[in-house]
């Protein structure tokens, strides 16, 4: 069985197909037993106090939704089963469990959506799809081996900034090189093999940083997906002489790497509910969900901002190649358009894209989006989905999503209330206009601050969020903080996706991880200190001393030798 405990990673426990028989042989069995349930211990994973040392009973329960895999390690194949992880109290200790509870609350929420507008018909359920954009460092295996710093911490603590990073720019979306490129093939044809839907590849801004896109899947696909995509990648390397470093900033003076979630909805019939479509105005179920999402992110900014909390992640968040700390939404001109059409109560019309004249005859005339790109907004709507760029290069996607499930979820529970409370007992085509209407006018005026399509990078977007009332959480302390609010954990209640203690408990798992990591990184720079840069400047400093020894010897100036050597030894104490 393979699960995904609240450590980051994923944890496996092998059972051989070897059952003894009444005549003393054996025979290779595989029982439904053994396929739907397995029981680990529940005790040595963290648990945040659901669990204690004398309380080791847990469960893992096979997810049916999620295709098995076989994974194959030299002479080695395992059938590996993706499973949940339950305490004997059926608390969940891991990330996929409250996933899948999310899961179901958007599906239940979004088919009264649905129901209302009458487009149910054959619709059975409504799933979050997840796509997630995998960034990723490559460097020379000897050289990690030389970084006592990479191999406890997965970023270097000490270190001269080169003269040449990515200031040419000519890294991204660059040819390949050729060893990369080997690797890069090898790995994908070990997730092929795993069922991992790879579809993109390309060289990233910084040097040596690259990228890996699979195609959308339901969310705890993708949730599980990610994870063999992490391992697989940290696995094929050393076969090239390479060492894969998922740390979301590895490298002072250069990008970091994040995971873009792309987040939507689809019903089993295929439609994307996100889908504006070209009359947008007259869309009014997709003017719903949108709606909804954005009243998620205004009420629940605090808890999205906490779901990609981590250590590593304060390295990357703010700087200038990741959105800023604080949650807002980017939706581009033409919902922006729609957007101010409907807090004036007044929709008419849907902004058009146009063409593009590249202005030769030999290149063709293109379709224009209605909307440009911003790479500068945690939540940017991209066309038929919202690309959540917050989330970390080394993060499991599930927690995140299990977030953005649930508050979507609650959006759209109080809007279905607020317009079947409308529409009473004698629902008529104009009467669910109106109070579509009604109602999502509301929710923009008062949601409306959530929304910003500038420049997120600058000094004045954060004055401008502090003036809207926006939270800002520069640091994961004061953003785990918040994980407790009371609005929290009753959303999580309301929608049985977590108990306030299984919220509690992740909460203190999350501050302990946080805790371990600084300390680790902490010693690791006072163990370097101690053991190689110290050693390294006394060496130096004895060089400078001997020069200005016998230079005064020879009777020559070296004064400037002797201000160095003044300086190196203020520097080193």
């Not at 295709?67 to 993706?82: E, Q, S």
């Not at 996929?96 to 958007?106: F, G, H, N, W, Y």
């Not at 420049?455 to 953003?479: I, M, Q, S």
Request: charged share 25%; with cysteine; glycine share 6%.
């Amino acid at each position: 069985h393979w699960f995904q405990p609240l450590t980051g990673s994923t944890a496996e426990k092998h059972d051989a197909f070897l059952i003894p028989d009444e005549h003393g042989g054996a025979i290779s069995e595989f029982t439904g037993g053994a396929l739907v349930r397995g029981e680990p211990d529940a005790s040595s994973f963290p648990s945040g106090g659901l669990r204690a040392t004398f309380e080791a009973r847990g469960y893992t329960a096979w997810d049916a939704t999620s295709p098995v895999f076989i994974n194959r390690n030299g002479n080695t194949a395992t059938l590996c089963i993706p499973t949940a992880f339950v305490s004997w109290n059926g608390e969940a200790l891991d990330k996929k469990t409250p996933l899948l509870r999310s899961m179901d609350a958007l599906s239940t929420q979004a088919i009264r959506v649905l129901k209302l507008f009458g487009t149910a018909d054959g619709v059975t359920r409504v799933m979050a799809t997840a796509g997630c954009e995998q960034e990723y460092f490559l460097i020379d295996r000897a050289y990690y081996f030389e970084r006592p710093d990479l191999i406890a911490c997965e970023r270097t603590l000490f270190g001269a900034k080169p003269p040449k990073g990515q200031q040419l720019e000519d890294h991204y979306f660059g040819s390949i090189p050729t060893r990369v490129l080997g690797f890069m093939a090898e790995a994908e044809r070990e997730l092929y093999r795993l069922g991992v839907p790879v579809k993109t590849r390309h060289n990233e801004v910084a040097p040596c940083q690259f990228e890996l896109a699979p195609l959308y899947e339901t969310a705890n696909i993708a949730a599980d997906h990610q994870m063999l995509v992490m391992e697989t990648l940290r696995r094929v390397a050393p076969r090239f002489g390479l060492q894969c470093i998922m740390h979301e900033k590895p490298f002072a003076g250069i990008n970091g790497s994040g995971k873009h979630l792309n987040w939507s909805m689809s019903t089993n019939t295929g439609v994307n509910l996100l889908d504006p479509r070209d009359d947008t105005h007259t869309n009014m179920q997709f003017l719903v969900f949108l709606c909804a999402v954005i009243r998620a992110v205004d009420l629940y900014a605090d808890l999205l901002r906490s779901s990609v909390a981590h250590a590593a992640n304060d390295h990357r968040l703010g700087a200038n190649e990741a959105p800023p700390a604080i949650m807002s939404i980017f939706l581009g001109d033409m919902l922006e358009d729609i957007i101010e059409q409907v807090q004036k109560g007044t929709l008419k019309s849907t902004m058009k894209g146009g063409k593009l004249d590249l202005g030769t005859k030999v290149l063709p005339t293109l379709p224009r989006h209605t909307g440009d790109r911003n790479r500068t907004s945690p939540f940017a709507f991209t066309g038929n989905k919202f690309e959540f760029r917050a989330v970390g290069s080394s993060q499991s996607v599930a927690w995140p999503a299990t977030v953005l499930n649930t508050i979507v979820a609650d959006s759209l529970d109080f809007i279905c209330s607020q317009l079947e409370r409308a529409l009473g007992k004698s629902p008529t085509p104009a009467k669910l206009e109106q109070a579509v209407r009604t109602v999502l006018q509301k929710i923009v005026k008062q949601h409306r601050r959530v929304i910003f399509n500038g420049d997120g990078y600058t000094k004045d977007w954060h004055e401008e969020a502090k003036k809207r009332g926006l939270p800002n959480f520069r640091e994961t302390v004061a953003a785990l903080e918040v994980v407790d609010a009371k609005k929290n954990i009753e959303v999580f209640k309301k929608f049985g996706v977590l108990s306030k203690d299984e919220v509690l408990s992740r909460q203190h798992i999350f501050f302990e991880k946080y805790i371990k990591q600084v300390l680790i990184e902490a010693e690791t720079a006072v163990l370097m200190a101690q053991t190689q840069v110290l050693p390294a400047a006394v060496r130096h400093h004895t060089e400078l001393a001997e020069a200005v020894a016998s230079g005064e010897a020879a009777d020559v100036d070296v004064s400037s030798i002797r201000e160095a050597l003044e300086e190196h030894a203020e520097l080193v104490g």
